[in-house]
């Protein structure tokens, strides 16, 4: 299915959402306001609903004005709640609790659970991860830091293709490349950290998944064509075996970190890695332990420590590290 007849199936969902919801059903005049078509488009779309929906009842009123109305709404249950409705709802609890309004904020809350208990989940997880980040697009929620600027439209792009999943083209100019070329490319997912990474693979050019740099990006475009995900990719699996968001081959493998007794507590309560195994010592410190890649992130991250942690693997990484720690570093708190 192509991203025009995907988007007109989407719309007669809509569509049927809106005719089970409003009491006495939607008039064409409803459906052109609310989807913002011309009157010949919602003619297309009330057939189209009468189409999928052989259930939905039509009546015409006093003024000749045609109604469709769908008085069973089991399908429509199924569909759970949309992201984009539960940040909503999420907005609507932080604004009762700032002005202070107790009684909304204890049922807006109680709402919110009880649709996420309808959900299973794995979904539910999902959309409360992906209401955080619609909360941090809009202004309430931020992330301090430096990070490496994205193109709107690139992202929105990604985003898109994720979604289907569709096949896309970018333009992207690689470390050796002069500039920018074409490449049509699988989208996987994508890793944010110091810098941004599309998860991706080249279509033919082999099945290996590479990391292209979100800055590169100059634009990108859906294509016409899906394609059937991998079902073997997993897209935290992938990421643990980085550090941060940079993935090398050659940097994988065993890594070992031990805490001073003073800085123990602290180091404690970080989440290092998903996999990370932590041990105490019997002289007070700590020792991490994780597989993972990415040595100059981790050296990044260790200079914060000052001479609280000593590296007892990888040897390169304790190279990296002792070469520019410096003992008089404020170490973090």
């Known amino acids: 299915m192509d991203n025009k007849r995907l988007g007109k199936a989407l719309d007669i969902m809509r569509l049927a959402e809106e005719a089970a919801a409003r009491p006495g059903g939607i008039s064409l005049v409803q459906i052109v306001d609310t989807f913002g078509v011309t009157l010949r488009t919602a003619q297309r779309m009330s057939r189209a609903l009468e189409e999928a929906f052989p259930m939905v009842q039509t009546r015409t009123d006093k003024e000749r004005r045609k109604w469709w109305q769908l008085p069973d709404s089991r399908l429509l249950h199924l569909q759970g709640i949309r992201d984009s409705e539960l940040s909503a709802l999420e907005m609507g609890i932080r604004r009762a609790e700032r002005d202070g309004a107790t009684t909304e904020v204890a049922a807006l809350t109680s709402l919110r659970n ?8 794995t979904f539910a997880r999902r959309a409360e991860v992906d209401a955080e980040a619609v909360l941090e697009a809009r202004g309430h929620a931020c992330r301090p830091g430096p990070r490496a600027q994205y193109s709107a439209l690139v992202l929105g ?11 896309m083209q970018i333009d992207y100019a690689g470390a050796q490349d002069a500039a920018p070329r074409s490449r049509a ?3 996987y997912g994508v ?7 599309l998860i991706a693979r080249e279509i033919d050019n082999g099945g290996k998944y590479r990391h292209f740099r979100l800055d590169r990006i100059s634009r990108a475009s859906l294509l016409q064509d899906s394609f059937v995900r991998d079902p073997g990719f997993d897209l935290g699996r992938h990421a643990a075996k980085a550090f941060g968001s940079f993935h090398s081959d050659d940097e994988y493998g065993p890594v070992e970190w031990r805490f001073a007794p003073a800085a123990a507590d602290v180091a404690r309560t970080f989440g290092f890695h998903p996999d990370q195994q932590v041990q105490d010592e019997a002289d007070g410190s700590l020792t991490v332990r994780f597989t993972a890649g990415g040595w100059l992130e981790m050296a990044w991250h260790l200079y914060q420590w000052g ?15 002792e070469a520019h720690r410096r003992s008089d570093f404020p170490s973090l708190p």
């Open 157 to 167: 792009a990604i985003d898109n293709a994720l979604k289907g999943p569709f096949t």
């Open 191 to 197: 890793l944010f950290g110091m810098r941004g990474y």
């Open 307 to 321: 001479d609280v942690v000593d590296v007892i693997a990888p040897p390169e990484l304790r190279i990296l590290v």
């Open 114 to 121: 009880r649709l996420l208990a309808t959900m299973p989940p």
């Open 185 to 187: 490319v699988e989208p």
